[in-house]
């Protein structure tokens, strides 16, 4: 097995995200940080329509933010997986790839959400161990083509063996973001408590952690697989052809 560190993880998702920063940052800003906007502006303030038609309208509303957050993160994980090390990451062909896996995409998080939620109800670590386990599936899926059963199970195989680094590499990754959440807080309850400011606020941090997120991910398997199966990291890119 190759060597396998978090730098490595952070580093490669990083970059990959520098090669293409406007694209992944208007699709962060459309499928994100605007539906977010409006559902939080929507849900807070009297005066608008998503207000006054009452808490099930608010839950579709946030209910349809959910699936645009998750379809989102599809999208930019097939986008850096298929870029490999060098090339610029092209989110259209990623679009049609998240678009026809849909369905086993929600397969796979469903299930995984479940084995999480089960062995967090037994004993906590369980649910962490079951986390850690299938941190790789959504990438296996796009990126392998894989069924969803299949999906998780290769997710097993690869993260086997690293599951205290893949925890370590998300723990710090959850530190940073309720860091960068309360001073950015901070900032706006300085600056005064509008609705509107509020609401954007919230909507930028929350299409910044979904980008990243989904990047993350997406490097975590490219690492995964260079350090379980020794090769190179751009022929990664031939599972898209």
């Given amino acids: 097995m190759?060597?396998?560190?978090?730098?490595?993880?952070?580093?490669?998702?990083?970059?990959?995200?520098r090669r293409n920063p406007a694209g992944f940052g208007l699709l962060a800003l459309l499928m994100v940080a605007l539906p977010n906007f409006v559902s939080e502006l929507s849900g807070s303030h009297p005066a608008t329509p998503a207000y006054m038609?009452?808490?099930?309208?608010?839950?579709?509303?946030?209910?349809?933010?959910?699936?645009?957050?998750?379809?989102?993160?599809?999208?930019?994980?097939?986008?850096?997986i298929k870029a490999g090390e060098t090339a610029r990451p092209d989110l259209g062909p990623a679009s049609r790839i998240a678009m026809t896996h849909i369905l086993p995409l929600i397969g796979?998080?469903?299930?995984?959400?479940?084995?999480?939620?089960?062995?967090?109800?037994?004993?906590?670590?369980?649910?962490?161990?079951?986390?850690?386990?299938?941190?790789?599936?959504?990438?296996?899926?796009?990126a392998e083509d894989e069924g969803v059963i299949q999906s998780l199970s290769r997710s097993r195989t690869l993260t086997d063996g690293y599951k205290g680094m893949i925890f370590l590499l998300y723990f710090l990754f959850w530190i940073l973001q309720a860091t960068a959440?309360?001073?950015?807080?901070?900032?706006?309850?300085?600056?005064?408590n509008g609705?509107?400011?509020?609401?954007?606020?919230?909507?930028?941090v929350a299409a910044g952690v979904a980008l990243v997120d989904a990047a993350i991910s997406a490097s975590l398997y490219a690492e995964l697989r260079i350090?379980?199966?020794?090769?190179?990291?751009?022929?990664l890119v031939q599972v898209f052809e």
């Fill in 2 to 17: 190759n060597d396998f560190t978090n730098g490595q993880v952070l580093g490669r998702a990083f970059e990959t995200l």
């Fill in 53 to 80: 038609l009452g808490s099930d309208y608010r839950g579709a509303s946030s209910l349809l933010v959910l699936i645009l957050v998750f379809l989102f993160k599809a999208i930019v994980i097939a986008a850096c």
């Fill in 227 to 235: 350090a379980k199966e020794g090769g190179v990291s751009d022929e």
């Fill in 195 to 204: 609705d509107i400011l509020r609401a954007s606020t919230a909507s930028l």
């Fill in 108 to 142: 796979v998080s469903v299930l995984s959400w479940i084995a999480i939620i089960i062995g967090t109800m037994a004993l906590i670590v369980p649910g962490i161990i079951a986390f850690c386990m299938f941190a790789a599936a959504i990438p296996v899926l796009l």
């Fill in 181 to 192: 959440s309360f001073i950015i807080g901070l900032m706006v309850s300085v600056g005064g």
